[in-house]
């Protein structure tokens, strides 16, 4: 069986700074998601790659960069952490992009 | 685009009882409606899955109908255990679409 790891798995910034999170898959799968997980809002979709160096906005992207550079892993950049904000940020794949996504244990962002 | 509504929020049940979790979605596209479940410090899990050509699915004690007429899907748990306390989130995607857009959650909690 293959795994995904999230790093950090927290996360504390200041208002205004760039942050990057980090997400590694070995199950050699196509497509990667990255969704933020606010209490009552469910997951929300940031971004998708279906393969190496591709990448799909979601409904949220604003506010967000993305980078596919290998297979294997995908990561995410906050471009301004905004002040008193709290998210886990969730990192998915799938083979190809209709199948069963596998989550990674998130990151927990925490602004002050 | 899509969007997926869960109903109710919340709710707690006594162990050995039945749960009903409803979900709506409003894009008349979607086809495939997989389920997942968040446990206490857990990573989402893939629980059960329908396609928009099926009623019904089942599996041990999940039951999942669909209403494609009135874009409603419905999660039956039947003899809860402890093991059951978690977030479920139900989730659609068109037969165009790439990523998976999430329902707002519902919290079950089980009580001995």
């Known amino acids: 069986g293959g795994i995904i790891t999230q790093t950090p798995k927290f996360l504390i910034g200041q208002e205004g700074q760039k942050l990057t999170l980090k997400c590694q898959q070995n199950?050699?799968?196509?497509?990667m998601y990255w969704y933020r997980q606010d209490s009552g809002k469910g997951l929300r979709l940031i971004y998708y790659?279906?393969?190496?160096?591709?990448?799909q906005k979601g409904d949220l992207s604003e506010g967000y960069d993305a980078s596919r550079e290998k297979k294997s892993s995908f990561s995410l950049t906050v471009t301004s952490a905004q002040k008193n904000e709290m998210a886990v940020f969730l990192c998915?794949?799938?083979?190809?992009?209709?199948?069963?996504?596998?989550f990674g244990a998130g990151t927990r962002l925490s602004v002050l | 685009g899509e969007q997926v509504e869960q109903l109710p929020s919340s709710l707690i049940v006594q162990e050995g009882a039945s749960v009903l979790i409803n979900c709506s979605y409003t894009?008349?596209?979607?086809?495939?409606f997989p389920w997942y479940k968040q446990e206490p410090g857990k990573r989402l899990q893939f629980i059960i899955d329908?396609?928009?050509?099926?009623e019904r699915k089942q599996t041990q004690r999940l039951t999942l109908l669909f209403d494609k007429k009135t874009k409603h899907l419905s999660l039956h748990i039947t003899a809860t255990q402890p093991g059951d306390s978690a977030i479920y989130f139900c989730?659609?995607?068109?037969?165009?679409?790439?990523?998976?857009?999430f329902g707002t959650g519902t919290t079950v909690s089980v009580s001995p």
């Open positions: 998915a794949s799938s083979i190809g992009d209709q199948n069963t996504l596998y």
């Open positions: 199950f050699n799968h196509d497509t």
């Open positions: 790659s279906i393969t190496e160096n591709d990448l």
């Open positions: 894009d008349s596209a979607s086809v495939y």
């Open positions: 329908i396609r928009s050509n099926m």
């Open positions: 989730s659609a995607r068109d037969q165009g679409g790439r990523a998976l857009i």
